[in-house]
């Protein structure tokens, strides 16, 4: 019970791991659109967390603005919170270190999922342009 108190705490309190992944500059990292070329490359990449972000990235593709809280995208994807927060933390690094900018190609933001047990959880999002742009680089992959 301590456990899963431990985990609603932290889902609640505290922000994602990796700095910006939002549409707004850190003053780190850059913002820059995804590119076909960008999902391209993506696609390629073999990292387990990686591969773990472009499973999530084909959920939201498949339905593109529409909202999925952490809860949904774990059960959906067959995966556990911490391997999820794991992955966009993995992510957040790869694309400093090989893409230089600090911008996922997805959108998060706080609420609440109706049937979630957690008050407060991520939300994701693609948008219709990139998913269009996802859609395009998996047909060509």
Same mark, same amino acid.
């Given at each position: 019970m301590l456990a899963e108190l431990d985990l609603k705490e932290e889902e609640t309190s505290n922000p994602l791991p990796g700095g910006t992944q939002g549409a707004e500059s850190d003053g780190t990292w850059p913002v820059v659109d995804w590119t076909v070329e960008d999902f391209e490359s993506l696609i390629t990449t073999d990292?387990?967390?990686?591969?773990?972000? +472009? =499973?999530?990235?084909?959920? $939201?593709?498949? !339905?593109? #603005?529409?909202?999925?809280?952490? +809860? =949904?995208?774990?059960?959906? $994807?067959?995966? !556990?919170? #911490?391997?999820?927060?794991?992955?966009?933390?993995?992510?957040?690094?790869?694309?400093?270190?090989?893409?230089?900018?600090g911008n996922w190609p997805m959108e998060w933001e706080w609420g609440t999922d109706p049937n979630s047990a957690y008050q407060a959880e991520a939300l994701y999002r693609l948008d219709k342009t990139n998913a269009a742009r996802w859609q395009e680089a998996c047909a060509a992959a």
């Open positions: 990292l387990p967390s990686v591969q773990r972000v +472009t =499973a999530m990235l084909d959920l $939201l593709a498949a !339905d593109p #603005g529409c909202s999925y809280s952490t +809860t =949904a995208v774990v059960e959906r $994807l067959n995966l !556990d919170r #911490g391997q999820i927060k794991g992955a966009l933390s993995a992510f957040t690094r790869h694309l400093h270190a090989h893409y230089k900018r």
